[in-house]
């Protein structure tokens, strides 16, 4: 899904500042409206004039029930507007009786209005309809009616007319925090002194009560009361709902007096909480005598009405009631269209669903954020309020949110309102929690006192409740003004005191005596930071609190004066070696523990009579440490049952994996492992040599022609690796044709670049992607002269995609060979897999199915040399080449990385053809992936996390620094389980250090949002810089550029990922078991038939622990079901394939 996109800061175009400017010239100002102007809408988004997305999570205050621009209202819109569009209430026209009919028998069916579900009498004799322009009028015409059957029923009971003055029948009742509109007799009854002050006087005879208090009900409700008017679930007042025990009794009290019951539905009703009204599900003796509706009738397009019972509406005559406008023919029409659609089994099941997941979503964000958020969430359906315990967050939110790209609203004084159109997708609820759930802290940071966010590092502010801190927050010292309370309790910490007043490293340092005394050793103790050789600055708790809040005042105080191209990271000392000072007794500990712990043994050095070859060895690692180009390397073990998730050196030490290539989870995919010990089995473990000396195996044979038939060449070859194979390609082809000259981007691997210096030929570099520089350089050398393009598809390190069709329209132009490197795209883009070139063409390609054949002027066809990996993706071992048969042939003949190495062992082979044929036959896993990706970017830049901007699935976060990279990368593994490799020169250029993040479709919501609360604590602590750093810097590596794009549309459009039609598979949740194709594994199993023999019965995996990881299935629904369940045998998912299966299947 295309995510909403917004300029947050971006200064308004002229478009927008001149529409403002109309606005403010000429409309009454009674809106605060923000500084954008919307032009257009489409389902759940709408876009500004200047071409911002939005995701509309309000659907215009309720209205919009089947969102934005929807074609089934546009159309019934267009043609009736072409037939009638007004007459006035002095005609009948042929769409207000048939609405009118089709509210009451919905009415009679789904439940309401005195009437059981499926019942067709009620306590008066039927229902009636009045059609009004809007809310407002529906109430104003309900209580007006109500006034006059109170004076009917008054007249009747004392045997007098009701025009007699001694009657006074005439009180209305309301309740506290309702909304029932802005004229003057609904505003009367809305109880809120913001909307009522400026207009008073105003309607006398009303009293108003409090929802839900069943002792005040008969003092409240009397003889006076002609009508009680409330809201079944309160809208604008804060998502409050009226409790069963508490309408039935208002019911009863209401017949007792002869007073007129009217719920005002029109946020609540139609459907949005589930059911046609929010009170059909109720016992009939909670039913009123009138609901109101209006928002969602005719979506967006005005209408109001008032459904009463006959008992009531027998009192009105000709001439009592009247509108123009209401109930007009267009008006009608479209409102008997939504309707019916609203009413729909289908409809009704979809938004079930998804009001289900949402809930399930929401009821989760108390629990991770006990402190912001009350216990429950309110309202029902897709009507749904979150009670914050601060009333002055909700507002924030509502702001945070919209400058993000996504419309909430607030509800009363202490709520964020979520009402979305009826027929939103869990798509786009996905979006919208995670933005809101990601801006909980952000909108409540301000609010508390930065100690708050150490308390888990300090034992001294761990001691104190949270809860406590908040309140101390928000109140003054009584003998310091100026201070709150919290900040005097803090300065008890003989650590944290000190730290409140820093303003410089210096002054941390300052401090180190004032923690000097015996209880500072006593909690070091205690907290097992100490006894030696366990002493480190990063296990010290107050160091590392003392740390973070200098790292705060280092930062508050350099915000003045910080020079706007210096990066933060760039100071001379750091905030954290003045802290390390600021803790004397860790010092001192730290120090002796130095001189208690013996050096580690060492073997002793072999001497050589000549050259001193181990200096040499401590002078070139010495050399790598210094200017911090050393590679670490970490014990990570991945667990086939688990992954992502890994042990570490000690088994039972658990992370989640961030950065392996196996980008699908392939590497344990069952019917890939039941391929492998099937040939394991038959064929053995080793393949015994070379191809030219063991033998040109069947299987290596047949994973070449599977490769052939991916890309559609004629020929493939295989070799240990796609390193081996972009050497031994391009040395071969470079040594041999006559002349060449490489033309090589200069962001290309280190496997192409070796390959071009092995051959001798000349190299050319061009400038990343840029085709002007490319052409310039082809322009200079003579048409017959060999010309190789070098190029990547997708450039691992930062995620750009490469030109292809542009290359090769340079090529063709200048006579050059096209070579493609696709590692990072093979399995990942195209219907099939088969990389970037192929997806360009991905309607094309889809269509052509399995055949070998190449579509003639497709992209990947124009691609003359492929080069792909069987490591990543795939999750097997190694590396091939595509393309014409002579071109296969003479590598084979002549590249020595092909004719010397020993051939990989059949198992991987097979293996390597299953995993390429399942994804051949799947695209969920695919789009499962960019999914996930879309998500964990969105989240990343929602919180300022710099992501080096790209198209692709490759989540590049910029550090900047190399030390800070790898101490970025420890921290994730030490202290949250998470582990990023850092990436540094020579990888990367010096200054564009970073991590490297791999999401995959294994990778569970819950693990998505660990890693993106990880990194942010991470950057925060390591004060590494933001992407509003790198802005003041002057940008770096495409982060904080001034002239960089807003957004980079992903290769993976919206259709291709299934999110139009609602067939991509749904992340993954904590305890949900990934899902296997039953087709692809049947199209797997066939191609083996000739080799293997036929397979019948569950997949043979589950000889490992794959039995408990995978739900197999057979159809897109049924993935979408089985992805949620438990537990579910793999025997009896599995179908078995006939035997009669070719392999060509």
């Known amino acids: ?91 009948h026209n042929e769409w207000a009786g048939k609405l009118a009919e089709l509210l009451v028998t919905l009415t009679q069916a789904e439940g309401g209005l005195g009437y059981a579900p499926g019942s067709t009498s009620a306590s008066g004799q039927g229902a009636k309809v009045f059609f009004a322009n809007s809310g ?117 009290r209401c017949d007792e007096v002869g007073a007129v019951l009217i719920f005002d539905e029109i946020q609540c009703g139609l459907y949005r909480t589930g059911t046609l009204w929010a009170h059909s599900g109720l016992p009939a003796d909670c039913h009123p005598d009138v609901v109101t509706m209006a928002k969602p009738l005719a979506n967006g397009y005005p209408i109001g009405a008032v459904l009463l019972r006959d008992s009531v509406a027998a009192t009105m005559t000709p001439g009592t009631h009247g509108t123009t406008f209401g109930g007009s023919p267009l008006a009608c029409a479209i409102g008997h ?97 995670s933005l809101i759930s990601s801006l909980f802290l952000l909108a409540t940071m301000d609010k508390l006192s930065s100690l708050t966010r150490f308390k888990k590092s300090c034992p001294f502010l761990g001691k104190t409740k949270t809860s406590t801190l908040r309140s101390l927050s928000t109140s003054t010292s009584p003998r310091f003004p100026s201070l709150s309370a919290l900040t005097e309790r803090a300065t008890k910490c003989p650590v944290m005191g000190p730290a409140l007043n820093v303003r410089s490293k210096e002054i941390v340092a300052g401090y180190a005596s004032v923690a000097a005394n015996g209880d500072f050793e006593k909690i070091h103790k205690e907290k097992g930071v100490f006894p030696p050789p366990g002493a480190t600055i990063e296990m010290c708790p107050h160091a590392s609190a003392a740390r973070a809040a200098a790292r705060t005042a280092d930062e508050l105080a350099a915000a003045a004066k910080k020079a706007a191209t210096k990066p933060k990271h760039s100071k001379d000392a750091t905030a954290a070696e003045a802290a390390a000072a600021g803790c004397p007794f860790h010092a001192k500990a730290a120090a002796d523990a130095a001189q208690a712990t013996p050096a580690f043994p060492r073997k002793a050095k072999k001497v050589h009579s000549g050259f001193d070859y181990e200096s040499f060895y401590v002078g070139e690692l010495d050399k790598k440490h210094q200017d911090q180009s050393y590679r670490y390397f970490n014990n990570i073990n991945r667990l086939a049952a688990k992954f992502p998730i890994a042990h ?100 290309n691997h280190a496997s192409m670049i070796q390959g071009m210096r092995h051959s001798g030929a000349k190299r050319v570099l061009f400038k990343h992607n840029d085709l002007e520089d490319l052409e310039s350089k082809l322009k200079q050398y003579p048409k017959e002269t060999p010309k190789i393009i070098a190029f990547e598809s997708v450039y691992s390190m930062c995620g750009s995609i490469g030109p ?182 020579p990888t990367v250029a010096r200054g564009e250090e970073r991590l490297r993040i791999t999401v995959t479709p294994r990778h569970t919501a819950e693990q998505m949002d660990g890693l993106v609360r990880a990194v942010d604590q991470i950057f925060t602590e390591l004060n590494i810089n933001r992407v509003n750093d790198w802005k003041l810097a002057g940008g770096r590596a495409g982060v904080g550029h001034p002239d960089g794009p807003d957004h980079i549309e992903p290769i993976w459009n919206d259709k291709q990922l299934g999110l139009l039609d ?84």
């Open 1 to 91: 899904m295309k995510q909403p996109t917004h300029k947050p800061s971006s200064t308004p175009s002229a478009a927008t500042a001149s529409t403002i400017a109309l606005g403010k010239q000429y409309l009454l100002p009674v809106y605060a409206r923000p500084d954008f102007v919307l032009a257009q809408g489409k389902g759940a988004y709408v876009w500004d004039v200047d071409g911002n997305k939005y995701l509309d999570f309000t659907a215009g205050i309720a209205v919009n029930a089947l969102g934005h621009a929807d074609e089934g209202v546009v159309k019934i819109l267009t043609e009736q507007a072409g037939k009638l569009l007004h007459t006035s209430n002095v005609y």
């Open 136 to 252: 407002t009028e529906a109430n104003e015409g309900a209580l007006k009616i109500a006034r006059k059957v109170g004076k009917e029923r008054w007249a009747e009971k004392h045997g007098k007319s009701w025009d007699d003055e001694a009657c006074t029948k005439s009180r209305i009742v309301c309740f506290e925090n309702s909304f029932h509109g802005r004229s003057m007799g609904a505003l009367s009854v809305t109880s809120n002194p913001k909307y009522q002050k400026p207009f008073a006087p105003l309607l006398p005879n009303v009293d108003v009560g409090q929802l839900n208090d069943l002792a005040s009900l008969e003092t409240l409700v009397n003889e006076d009361t002609c009508a009680v008017i409330v809201e079944p679930i309160q809208g604008e007042g804060g998502i409050n709902a009226a409790k069963v025990e508490w309408l039935r009794a208002l019911r009863k």
């Open 337 to 433: 269209h939504v309707l019916s659609r609203l009413s729909s089994k289908e409809f009704g099941a979809k938004m079930g669903e998804t009001s289900k997941y949402l809930g399930e979503r929401l009821d989760a964000l108390p629990k991770w954020y006990p402190e912001i958020l009350e216990e429950r969430v309110r309202g029902r359906g897709l009507i749904r309020g979150l009670g914050f315990k601060d009333a002055s967050v909700p507002g924030r939110i509502v702001e945070l949110a919209r400058e993000r790209g996504v419309f909430v609203l607030t509800a009363g004084k202490d709520a964020v309102r979520l009402v979305p159109s009826l027929n939103v997708g869990k798509s786009e609820v996905d979006l919208a929690w």
């Open 648 to 747: 570490t050196a000690r088994v039972t030490d658990e992370v989640e994996v961030w950065c392996a290539n196996d980008y699908l989870g392939m590497g344990n995919n069952p019917v890939v492992l039941e391929t492998m010990h099937r040939t394991l089995d038959k064929y053995g473990h080793g393949a015994g040599g070379t191809r030219n000396i063991a033998g040109n195996g069947a299987m290596h044979l047949a994973l070449e022609q599977e490769l052939a038939r991916l890309h559609r060449k004629e020929a493939a070859l295989v070799f240990s690796s796609c390193y081996v194979a972009n050497d031994a390609t391009l040395s071969t082809l470079g040594s041999k044709l006559p002349g060449c000259v490489y033309f090589s981007d200069t962001m």
């Open 804 to 985: 292809i069709k542009e290359i090769c329209d340079l090529a063709e132009r200048y006579g050059a060979l096209t070579f493609l490197d696709e590692v990072h795209a093979v399995g990942l883009y195209g219907p099939h897999g088969a990389g970037v070139a192929e997806h360009l063409d991905y309607e094309a390609q889809a269509a052509a199915g399995d055949s070998p054949h190449p579509i003639k002027g497709s992209v990947m066809d124009r691609v003359d040399i492929i080069t792909g990996t069987l490591g990543k993706a795939y999750g097997a071992v190694g590396g091939y080449i595509a393309g014409s048969d002579d071109f296969v042939d003479m590598i084979r003949s002549y590249a020595p990385g092909f004719i010397f190495t020993t051939s990989l062992p059949p198992a991987t082979v097979a293996g390597a053809r299953a995993s390429v044929v399942y994804q051949s036959n799947y695209v969920g896993d695919r789009q499962l992936k960019q999914v996930n990706v879309r998500e964990v970017k969105r989240r990343f830049a929602e919180l300022d996390i710099p992501v080096v901007p790209g198209p692709s699935h490759i989540v590049p976060v910029l550090v900047g620094d190399a030390a800070l990279a790898r101490a970025a990368s420890d921290k994730l593994l030490a202290e949250h389980n998470i582990y990023v490799q850092a990436i540094n020169y």
């Open 1062 to 1145: 609602g067939t991509t598979p749904p992340t993954l949740r904590d305890g949900q078991k990934a899902v296997v194709d039953a087709n692809a594994v049947t199209k797997a199993r066939a191609v083996f038939n000739p080799l293997l023999g036929p397979i019948s019965g569950p997949l043979q995996a589950t000889r490992t622990v794959q039995h408990e990881e995978y739900v197999v299935s057979t159809s897109v629904k049924s993935r979408q079901q089985a992805v949620k369940a438990k537990n579910v045998p793999l025997e009896n998912d599995i179908p078995v394939p006939p035997p009669s299966v070719s392999a060509s299947a």
